[in-house]
């Protein structure tokens, strides 16, 4: 008899979705808006992942809860109605040499979300002798004052001698790629327990590493001591007391702690450990949406809107999703300014003034005319292997995502601004992981696309759906670690390299000859939702299409009810591709 284990590596990191967060630095009597992520959504997130130049990313780990993807040479990734939190969906991205990126989503039902996110590598970096203590200089701008003997491993907090490696980077408020570039949403959690958003004077990263790259911190007795440059065009709105914030990873929002004192063009205060710190004013909010076509009705996706407040000078961007919708926070009693950016040329194209009381206000469906030398229109269908339309798909044009509907058609403005007239796009299928790409030309007008393939040679991937009573979700891995094949031995399995954590890892044991023919069945899955073996509630077949040899793939699918003594009775419904090692 012979088993076979589908494995799925650690994947971990950022982004920003379908989302304006607007800030006002007036000061007002609270309004209680207790912070609560419990709530649950069914989401669909896309997103790119590019460099400070714009450059798409590979390899980069994104990670949405337990759902992660491994972007490719486009720097695309993207989650196929997945649970997560209405309020606050973290996602997190992760490369090697690069800080981690977050971005916090606010998910609206029944509405994909998209975002793009910037990696922040990490450069010039900056030693000092714990035992000293000493100042040093913040890649972009202002410095970190560490204490003498002041630093500890922050594994376990023992203390720590010898030179200390510091990465940092401050981020500039003003600057067109803040959105892009920083962690959250600009949503944070004041010391009362009460959501704000918040206005940024600035920003600053620090991670500090021993000669052997284990992380370091602060000593829970010690401080540092922060200093934060106040940009010339944001001076005059700048409080001489601002409130500190730091970037919570667990719940995607920025947490208040401590408060900087203005010293000439500096905000200067102290920290108690390292992350991302903020100097920000918090302000109450509304949430605003707008809907955006152009004037035959064609939706503009993947398009910015910049909303500024001119009392303050204060600025965001949101991306529309695939139906040219967006939806994020905004100051409540204010006047805002709403333009619409063409990307990536930053060229506003349309404006409105926007009042907003102390209620969620919609601007509805706004039609405008974009300029026909800079606007094309895409239309078309992508298909599966089987020539059926894919419903659950998309395609991707230079990093732009454009969801296709039930029928598996797509239709929608893009702005071309500097995009080529020939360009590759890909179809995918978010059901199976497929995709294919090829060239085309696109100029302005109407595109028709044809008929696009997403039948090809897709990266590995484990998709499977489990419900319970009328619930269902869905956990994608794109690029999992691989398929170990080995001889069945009671409940342990011979397999080829070393098992991974189990809170990281989806494994899955099938009996059977190692061949495409023969009987295949499900002995045991690991990883039902809670981290547990869970074994067949009857004889579960496993159709096998494809098993090659080691650096070969294993391809196959199966559906059965599953259970344990830990959780209720599921069903598992799972497609797999993966190399075999």
């Not at 690069?98 to 509405?111: A, Q, S, W």
């Not at 979300?113 to 000493?134: L, P, V, W």
């Not at 044809?450 to 039948?455: E, M, V």
Request: aromatic content about 8%; hydrophobic content about 35%.
């Amino acid at each position: 008899m012979k088993s076979i284990k589908l494995l799925q590596a650690t994947l971990l990191l950022i982004v920003f979705v379908s989302m304006l967060v607007m800030f006002n630095a007036c000061k007002r009597t609270p309004i209680n808006t207790d912070t609560n992520n419990a709530q649950t959504v069914t989401a669909t997130i896309f997103g790119q992942i590019i460099t400070e130049d714009g450059t798409p990313m590979k390899d980069v780990a994104v990670q949405v809860g337990t759902h992660t993807f491994v972007t490719d040479s486009t720097g695309i990734f993207y989650f196929s109605k997945i649970s997560s939190s209405q309020n606050a969906t973290l996602i997190s991205a992760t490369k090697i040499n690069y800080f981690t990126g977050y971005r916090t989503l606010k998910i609206t039902p029944n509405k994909d979300h998209y975002t793009r996110i910037m990696m922040i590598e990490k450069t010039n970096a900056s030693q000092f002798d714990a035992a000293t203590g000493a100042t040093v200089n913040v890649n972009g701008g202002g410095t970190i004052t560490f204490q003498a003997n002041s630093i500890v491993y922050k594994n376990d907090g023992t203390p720590f001698s010898g030179i200390v490696t510091v990465y940092s980077k401050w981020l500039d408020p003003t600057a067109n790629n803040l959105p892009q570039l920083m962690p959250g949403d600009l949503r944070g959690v004041d010391s009362s327990n009460t959501e704000k958003i918040l206005q940024t004077f600035g920003m600053i990263e620090v991670e500090l590493f021993d000669n052997a790259n284990q992380p370091l911190q602060i000593a829970t007795t010690k401080t540092a001591q922060l200093s934060f440059p106040i940009p010339s065009a944001i001076a005059m709105n700048a409080p001489s007391v601002i409130p500190l914030w730091f970037f919570d990873t667990t719940t995607g929002l920025w947490k208040e702690e401590g408060s900087a004192n203005k010293q000439g063009n500096n905000y200067v205060g102290n920290v108690k450990h390292f992350s991302f710190w903020n100097c920000d004013m918090p302000s109450i909010f509304v949430n605003l949406d707008l809907t955006l076509t152009n004037n035959t009705g064609s939706p503009l996706v993947n398009t910015q809107i910049k909303i500024t407040n001119p009392a303050t000078g204060a600025f965001s961007y949101g991306s529309t999703n695939s139906s040219g919708f967006v939806s994020g926070l905004v100051p409540d009693n204010a006047t805002l300014t709403m333009e619409v950016i063409m990307y990536p040329c930053l060229t506003s194209i349309y404006s409105q003034t926007v009042n907003t009381l102390s209620s969620p206000i919609s601007l509805g469906t706004i039609a405008i005319n974009p300029p026909v030398l800079n606007t094309a229109i895409v239309t078309g269908t992508v298909l599966n292997c089987a020539g059926n339309p894919v419903g659950n798909g998309f395609i991707t044009i230079n990093g732009l995502i454009i969801s296709t509907n039930a029928s598996g058609t797509f239709n929608a403005t893009l702005t071309l601004c500097s995009l080529p007239p020939t360009v590759t796009v890909a179809a995918y299928d978010m059901s199976t992981g497929e995709s294919v790409g090829k060239s085309v030309t696109i100029s302005s007008g109407v595109n028709n696309l044809g008929t696009l393939s997403a039948c090809g040679d897709p990266s590995e991937y484990i998709i499977w759906t489990s419900t319970v009573g009328l619930t269902s979700t869905t956990y994608s891995f794109s690029k999992p670690l691989g398929t170990c094949a080995g001889t069945y031995d009671g409940f342990e399995t011979a397999i080829a390299g070393s098992l991974i954590a189990d809170s990281t890892s989806v494994e899955a044991a099938i009996t059977g000859p190692t061949s495409v023919s023969g009987t295949h069945n499900i002995y045991e899955l690991f990883d039902c939702i809670d981290n547990t073996w869970c074994t067949p509630v009857s004889t579960i077949p496993v159709t096998l299409i494809k098993y090659e040899g080691v650096g070969g793939i294993i391809e196959g699918s199966f559906t059965g009810d599953f259970t344990s003594a830990t959780i209720p009775l599921r069903t598992i419904s799972c497609n797999f591709k993966v190399r075999r090692q």
